[in-house]
């Protein structure tokens, strides 16, 4: 089944301490996105990546980090996580060529609750 | 900067009804604008997506149009049913890179 998987679903953590979010899709897409959404202010995009190696910033970057070292993979790392990180988290996909190639999916989500 | 408006934030109809939902956004050079439905507590399915060259996409009862010159987008949704009660959503991509921007959603409500 093609799909994005996200790990955690749900996460509750204290300040300051590194976490990982996993993303993974198994469709082959080159485009891969991290959102966080919050009431009032919709999606918002923090990282993008166009390909394997090729990452930038989206709107809302700071506080994050992400890499892309294989074409499946896309992990957001919070170094040193704070209260206003809470929020939640949504890994995206879509293949990246022809016409439909923004045609976006969408993981699950990853509830992240920081104390 | 692209800002992404939908309004109404909430919608609440019959069953049976036909209703419109409304995307508007400031800048014109998009790429394509896609709709998605969210359940609470779940993720985005995308619902329909349309290139910058296109008027209109049709999906079963849904239809969705654009109009780029006046930065807007309509999705109908015909003869409504409680299953179609969700968050809607749309999303464009600019032309001008490869960053997308999300409305805050129309929440919608289909009475039985």
């Known amino acids: 089944e093609a799909q994005v998987t996200q790990n955690p679903r749900y996460l509750i953590t204290v300040t300051g301490k590194k976490l990982t979010v996993t993303c993974s899709q198994n469709?082959?897409?080159?485009?891969m996105s991290w959102y966080r959404q919050d009431p009032g202010l919709g999606l918002r995009q923090i990282y993008y990546?166009?390909?394997?190696?090729?990452?930038d910033k989206g709107d809302v970057p700071e506080g994050y980090k992400v890499s892309r070292k294989e074409k499946r993979n896309f992990p957001l790392i919070l170094e040193s996580p704070s209260p206003n990180q809470t929020s939640l988290y949504f890994c995206?996909?879509?293949?990246?060529?022809?016409?439909?190639?923004?045609?976006?999916?969408f993981g699950p989500g990853t509830r992240l609750t920081v104390t | 900067k692209q800002e992404v408006t939908q309004i109404p934030a909430a919608l609440s109809v019959p069953e049976g009804e036909n209703l419109v939902l409304n995307c508007s956004f400031t800048d014109s050079a998009i790429y394509n604008l896609q709709w998605f439905r969210q359940d609470p507590g779940k993720g985005l399915t995308s619902l329909l997506l349309?290139?910058?060259?296109?008027r209109e996409q049709t999906s079963g009862r849904l239809n969705a149009s654009l109009d780029k010159s006046s930065g807007r987008s309509t999705l109908y949704i015909a003869a409504s049913q409680p299953g179609d009660s969700a968050t809607y959503l749309c999303a464009v991509r600019t032309n001008t890179g490869n960053q997308f921007y999300f409305g805050t959603g129309t929440s919608l409500t289909v009475i039985p």
């Open positions: 469709m082959n897409h080159e485009y």
């Open positions: 995206a996909s879509s293949l990246g060529r022809g016409p439909s190639s923004y045609e976006q999916y």
């Open positions: 990546s166009m390909n394997v190696e090729v990452t």
């Open positions: 349309i290139q910058s060259s296109q």
